[in-house]
C-alpha cells in the first residue's frame, strides 16, 4: 500500500499555516517596523491555501483535509506557543487538544477512502 502523495500536500499546508501563525506574533507592537514577519505571514498563508488545494486535487477527501489541516494546526501552534513564547497551558486546554485530536483520528478512521469514479 502506498502513502497518497495529497497527505504529503496536507502536512506542507499544515506547516506554512502553522509557520504563518507563529510569525503573527512578531507582527505585533514590539516587531512594528520589522518586515520579514509580515512577508512570512503572507507567504505562508498563501502557500498553505495553495499546499491545501493541491491534497484536494491529490484524493484527500474536502472535510478529514480541513479537519487534520485545522486540528494538526491548533494543537502545533498551542505547543509553540508553551515553547517558544512561554505561554500557559492548563489542563483543561490539554484535555481540549486530546479531544480535537481525538476527533480528527476519527474523523478519518471512519472516512470513505476509495477514489472518486
Known amino acids: ?30 516587531g512594528a ?19 491545501l488545494q493541491q491534497s484536494l486535487e491529490r484524493d484527500v477527501p474536502l472535510g478529514i483535509a480541513y479537519a487534520i489541516w485545522a486540528g494538526v494546526g491548533v494543537v502545533l501552534v498551542v505547543v509553540i ?12 486546554q490539554i484535555a481540549g487538544m486530546v479531544l480535537v485530536i481525538g476527533g480528527v483520528v476519527l474523523l478519518e478512521l471512519g472516512g470513505n477512502h476509495h477514489a472518486p469514479e
Not at 16 to 23: L, N
Not at 35 to 44: E, L, M
Open 33 to 51: 517596523g520589522r518586515v520579514v514577519p509580515y512577508i512570512i505571514v503572507i507567504v505562508g498563508y498563501l502557500g498553505s491555501f495553495a499546499l
Open 1 to 30: 500500500m502506498t502513502f497518497p502523495v495529497g497527505y504529503l500536500f496536507l502536512a506542507g499546508a499544515i506547516l506554512a499555516e502553522v509557520t504563518a501563525t507563529t510569525a503573527l506574533k512578531f507582527t505585533t507592537v514590539e
Open 81 to 92: 506557543s508553551l515553547l517558544l513564547f512561554h505561554e500557559p497551558l492548563t489542563l483543561l
